[in-house]
């Protein structure tokens, strides 16, 4: 089973931002889309934005224009930058292919927005 990792999560209070990083291996990142999702307590996973290995993008939801998410290929690794947190993006967030596989879901970062 191959892994990616996310990192960066952690605390803030609404309105503060936080960047979210994922490193994934070459072969895996250098010919897929890639997308961030979340997962809140008590609910489903949910796609939260992709990118393509072109660099286009999409955002699902409320997340867009508070979000942007990036890639840096000559490093493998994906970003989330989270501005104007709210307390409903209290979740724990994936990385993953777009569309994902089983296969690939790492440990996930939490993200925890509350005053």
Same mark, same amino acid.
């Given at each position: 089973?191959?892994?990616?990792?996310?990192?960066?999560?952690?605390?803030? +209070?609404?309105? /503060?931002?936080? *960047?979210?990083?994922? $490193?994934?291996?070459?072969?895996?990142? @250098?010919?897929?889309?890639?997308?961030?999702?979340? +997962?809140?307590? /008590?609910?489903? *996973?949910?796609?939260? $934005?992709?990118?393509?290995?072109?660099? @286009?993008?999409?955002?699902?939801?409320?997340?867009?224009?508070?979000?942007?998410i990036s *890639?840096?290929?000559?490093?493998?690794?994906?970003?989330?930058?989270?501005?104007?947190?709210?307390?409903?993006?209290?979740?724990?967030?994936?990385?993953?292919?777009?569309?994902?596989?089983?296969?690939?879901?790492?440990?996930?970062?939490?993200?925890?927005?509350?005053?």
């Amino acid at each position: 089973q191959v892994q990616l990792v996310e990192s960066g999560g952690g605390f803030m +209070q609404p309105g /503060g931002s936080l *960047r979210l990083s994922c $490193a994934a291996p070459k072969s895996i990142f @250098s010919i897929n889309a890639m997308a961030w999702y979340r +997962q809140a307590p /008590g609910k489903q *996973r949910e796609l939260v $934005a992709i990118i393509a290995a072109g660099g @286009s993008t999409t955002y699902v939801g409320s997340v867009g224009g508070r979000f942007t998410i990036s *890639r840096d290929n000559a490093k493998n690794t994906m970003y989330l930058q989270m501005n104007r947190l709210k307390p409903e993006d209290t979740a724990v967030y994936y990385c993953n292919t777009h569309p994902s596989r089983n296969d690939y879901w790492g440990q996930g970062t939490q993200v925890t927005v509350s005053s």
